[in-house]
């Protein structure tokens, strides 16, 4: 069956729709004709759009094959297709660099065409290419400094990691010693545990500490622009494209730091793993290969079980960056730290914000220790500075940390304080505690309560009649 496009209101209303978005939208039958194209397609393309419609899709882009157009590819698997990056000639033979996303049309379970949603990747490519050529600038600078006390992007020492913890010490033994080498290092540890801080330590007491610390956070940065942001791109590889070096060639002779490497698209995992093999990288549309002297070092925030389970990291590049394996400890295992970080965050925020705030007191350092800190040390960092926003005085109160550290442990700490009693009743009577609660924060409006408690607004009132409570 055909997807025909019919002179009626409806199909008119839905055209004029799709005209209004500003975005590129390429629509196909099941034979490969063009049935929808809108103007910013066309002038994404720089074709005029009688070009275009009514032809086949591979007559109007004859640079294209079945093989090369995602929409054709849909076509053939019925399978779609997201955030594909893809380069092609229009007629006049002016290169055209997109980012697509193809899905199938079907019809009672029979696939009739396509559709394809494009963004033109120029202007954010140049965007890229102007940070990159800033970064590179900002790194030449800095090779010229011949003060002692000059800087290469990488600020800590091991000795601004600050614990008394058994763990976190041997691991800061650990990285004196491997930061004496040029191994790749995989580093894991949640979020907010200070993975950067201990990779610029290793990168400072290593022989490399004169030369460039690049970091990286991989899911930072859209997918389409990784790979030329890492390796470089070639004069001609796309529109407007020049010579520049990617961030493999301004880190030479130091240090490329790689966070969450797992959010790193797969294609360009098997690229980074031939410069950890071979130590060579080639631009973006270049033939030319570069040399480069980096030590790479990757971090993850999930486990290496969830990754290779989950197919976001590659199992070859797995085996090689794991060659140093540090993981870093949860401040949740190591609440002894927490006494000696809120004082630490304290003395900062003193300096920041020209304050003499002395302490916690001990109500909030119970809080401190019974809490879980998804969000580890810097979660604990950002309770600190938003308490010396608003507090009085020169001791931070219960009343001055976040709501949501304050108001979960204390309720944690309580239940083994509830005197035995059947289930049912203990169950009612914290529902009842909860929902007062909740209206006490939302100044008794049901309808924000409700959304606090995550429940539908008529259930909530229900609750309110049932239990009495108004």
């Known amino acids: 069956m055909l997807l025909n496009a019919t002179d009626t209101k409806e199909m008119k209303m839905i055209q004029a729709i799709l005209g209004t978005i500003d975005e590129g939208i390429h629509a196909v039958d099941a034979n490969g004709i063009t049935i929808f194209y809108n103007h910013v397609a066309a002038k994404h393309d720089n074709v005029e759009r009688e070009e275009v419609l009514g032809k086949h899709l591979l007559e109007a882009f004859p640079s294209l094959s079945s093989a090369t ?19 092609y000639y229009n007629l006049r033979g002016t290169l055209i660099d997109m980012v697509n996303t ?33 970064q590179a600038r900002v790194e030449t600078g800095q ?25 976190l010490e041997q691991l800061k033994k650990k990285a004196l010693k491997v930061a004496l080498t040029s191994s790749p290092i995989l580093i894991y540890g949640e979020t907010g545990t200070g993975k950067e801080l201990l990779v610029q330590s290793i990168h400072n007491a290593s022989p490399r500490q004169p030369n460039p610390f690049i970091a990286q956070n991989c899911a930072a940065i859209p997918s389409s622009l990784l790979e030329s942001i890492l390796f470089g791109t070639a004069k001609g590889s796309y529109t407007g494209a020049v010579d520049r070096p990617g961030l493999f060639e301004i880190a030479d002779g130091g240090t490329l730091f790689l966070d969450e490497i797992n959010s790193m698209p797969l294609d360009i995992q098997a690229k980074l793993l031939r410069v950890l093999e071979n130590g060579v990288i080639r631009r973006v549309g270049g033939t030319k290969e570069h040399e480069v002297n980096v030590r790479i070092i990757a971090a993850m925030n999930e486990t290496a079980d969830v990754c290779l389970r989950e197919k976001t990291l590659r199992s070859d590049l797995y085996y090689r960056l794991n060659v140093i394996n540090l993981q870093i400890p949860p401040l949740r295992e190591r609440k002894a730290d927490i006494p000696l970080l809120t004082d630490h965050f304290i003395q900062k925020y003193n300096f920041l914000f020209n304050k003499l705030v002395m302490k916690v007191d001990d109500e909030v350092r119970a809080v401190f220790n019974r809490y879980d800190w998804p ?4 979660e604990l960092e950002h309770a600190i500075e938003s308490a010396m926003n608003i507090m009085d005085g020169d001791v931070i109160t219960v009343e001055s940390i976040p709501m949501h550290i304050a108001g979960s442990a204390p309720a944690l700490a309580k239940i083994e304080d509830i005197p035995l009693q059947p289930l049912r009743k203990a169950l009612i009577k914290t529902e009842e505690n909860l929902i007062r609660q909740a209206l006490a924060e ?5 309808q924000q309560a409700a959304k606090l408690l995550d429940v539908p607004r008529q259930t909530l009132q229900y609750k309110l009649t049932k239990l009495n409570i108004l």
Request: no cysteine; aromatic share 2%.
């Open 69 to 87: 157009s995602t929409l054709m590819k849909v076509i053939q698997t019925g399978e779609p297709i997201y955030n594909q990056h893809q380069s």
């Open 102 to 134: 193809t899905l199938p049309i079907k019809v009672d379970g029979e696939l009739v065409g396509a559709v394809e949603i494009a963004k033109d990747l120029t202007k954010v490519k140049q965007l890229s290419e102007k940070l990159i050529d800033l």
């Open 143 to 167: 090779r010229q400094k011949k003060t002692s006390n000059s800087q290469t992007g990488a600020k800590y020492q091991v000795t601004d990691i600050i614990t008394n913890d058994p763990a």
């Open 375 to 378: 969000g580890n040390v810097r």
């Open 442 to 446: 939302t100044e008794g409006n049901i």
